[in-house]
Nanobody, 120 residues
């Protein structure tokens, strides 16, 4: 059973920083792309940032220059360093990964979500 567990959300003032972490565990054979998505109230879930197993990154225009995604392949973890946070960044943040499990075909996995609230 593969699962993604996020940590690091919370309440912060505008201009502040938070670091989100996500750990994948279970019968994992390999992990391809990992990333973070977010969903604000009344809005669709949107991509924040992704990183391939080789380290290639991709960011939403709204977070470029403020957020940094990184991963540790040996520990099956992905992190999102969020700086210069804005009230518009308030959302539930979801970890995502494309994982090949030992007993299941390659598919998408999602974490349970962690709330990030930025006050003005």
């Amino acid at each position: 059973q593969v699962q993604l567990v996020e940590s690091g959300g919370g309440l912060v003032q505008a201009g502040g920083s938070l670091r989100l972490s996500c750990a994948a565990s279970g019968n994992i054979f390999s992990i391809d792309t990992m990333g973070w998505y977010r969903q604000a109230p009344g809005k669709q879930r949107e991509l924040v940032a992704t990183i391939t197993s080789g380290g290639t990154t991709n960011y939403a225009d709204s977070v470029k220059g403020r957020f940094t995604i990184s991963r540790d392949n040996a520990k099956n973890t992905v992190h999102l360093q969020m700086n210069s946070l804005e009230p518009e960044d308030t959302a539930v943040y979801y970890c995502h990964a494309v994982i090949s499990a030992l007993s299941a075909p390659t598919r998408d996995y999602w974490g349970q979500g962690t709330q990030v609230t930025v006050s003005s």
